[in-house]
């Protein structure tokens, strides 16, 4: 099949959570003797050029280049309308034109779109199967965001979130096929009451580059791993330094926690300056990080879909401490393949265990790695994702008959 393919951020290479799901979808359905046109964006010259390095990965690919300036300039323009701000950030007339340029002169099988942000740019066509892959469901993640916001950034959030509820319910309706990352996303897009299909199909992670590495760890350090300018990883772990490194470090001074995730904030570089706290920035390899760490921690209490740190961290062999909001984007059981807690004192407890005790250490290493082996394979995701597209362009096929 001739595959058109939408997605909010170029997905090369594939090094942040928004792009490690359509990068191994493409890479699939290329190797699978698809012919893969990606459009996407690219918000800096470094990210473009970047970017180029998918091309054996697709048949071709179209980039816009935007930036942050006008891009936010957008968002602020659609703050009296209906339609969602946010949408305003992954809007581009270039890639506009390039993607009706396309459809124009290609005659394509398959539309298939990564993210209801960029489900506009063809949500117009009518005469070829559509497939949108909302991921996460974006109008959660902002409506919890108004829980932890002070006023008025509260409020706007709230409105945000509200605005995405419509505008989700609204493009599933022209779409004929939806599907989520994890049953709970699903569900959520379900209880909508969206009259097209649905399904879902889960993240993977790539077992053989995250893999133990037979060398010692540090029982004293905890890492913690993610893009320290978003907004949740920055929540969390003020939350946990504040409030639960204190109790961690009244039962073992020696406690250290290493913070690694690009473009720290102020606020978390901040951090840096607490006893045993440090904050790296970008890092060009965050696994010697986490396979030296006796745990790492997830303490997230914004999360929607799957962690994919968390996936990396098991594969790792390295046990992983989360929140009940984190788990539940992961096919693993409390006890048995990771911890989770909820409260600074479960998640001391639960570190402290991991930190003291090697046996259990080395149990919960063992099981987590075989869960996300047999759970969270992407071979198996992408049979998964292959049955959803060839029932998608049947049913739409046969309907046209």
């Not at 204190?246 to 073992?252: E, F």
């Given at each position: ?293 006796a745990a790492m921690i997830a303490p997230l209490n914004i999360a929607r879909g799957t962690q994919n740190k968390i996936l990396e961290a098991m594969a790792m062999g390295v046990p992983v401490v989360t929140s009940s909001a984190a788990a539940g984007g992961v096919d693993a059981e409390n006890e048995q393949h990771f911890l989770v807690a909820d409260t600074p ?57």
């Open positions: 099949m001739k595959i058109l393919y939408v997605c909010h951020r170029f997905p090369f290479p594939p090094k942040r959570g928004g792009k490690i799901r359509p990068f191994n979808m493409i890479r699939h359905l290329t190797q699978q003797g698809h012919d893969v046109t990606v459009c996407s964006l690219a918000r800096s010259e470094a990210e473009a050029e970047e970017g180029k390095g998918i091309a054996p990965h697709c048949a071709k690919f179209e980039m816009a280049l935007v930036s942050n300036p006008v891009q936010t300039l957008r968002m602020v323009g659609r703050l009296p309308t209906l339609r969602p701000s946010s949408f305003g950030y992954f809007y581009s007339p270039s890639l506009k034109q390039a993607i009706d340029r396309a459809l124009a002169t290609e005659r394509f099988d398959l539309i298939f779109v990564h993210c209801s942000s960029v489900a506009p740019y063809v949500e117009h066509v009518r005469d070829i199967p559509k497939i949108l892959d909302f991921g996460d469901m974006d109008s959660q993640k902002w409506l919890e965001y108004g829980h932890y916001k002070r006023f008025p950034l509260s409020w706007g959030y709230a409105l945000e979130g509200h605005k995405l509820v419509r505008e989700e319910k609204r493009l599933a309706g022209l779409f004929d096929l939806c599907t989520a990352t994890t049953r709970a996303e699903w569900e959520t897009l379900k209880s909508y009451g969206v009259t097209c299909d649905t399904g879902w199909f889960p993240n993977g992670v790539n077992a053989d580059y995250f893999k133990p590495d037979g060398a010692s760890y540090q029982p004293n350090v905890l890492s913690f791993i993610g893009r320290m300018d978003y907004y949740p990883n920055q929540e969390c772990m003020i939350e946990f330094c504040t409030r639960t490194l204190p109790i961690i470090q009244a039962q073992r001074a020696d406690a250290q926690l290493i913070i690694v995730g690009a473009d720290p904030s102020d606020e978390i570089k901040a951090l840096g300056k607490l006893p045993g706290v440090t904050v790296t920035g970008s890092v060009p390899d965050v696994r010697p990080y986490v396979l030296r760490s004192e479960g998640y001391a407890q639960a570190a402290l265990k991991l930190m003291n005790d090697s046996t259990e250490r080395e149990r919960l290493a063992t099981a987590g790695r075989e869960r996300v082996l047999k759970q969270h394979d992407w071979a198996a995701s992408m049979l998964r994702l292959d049955a959803l597209i060839e029932s998608c362009v049947q049913k739409f096929n046969a309907g046209r008959v």
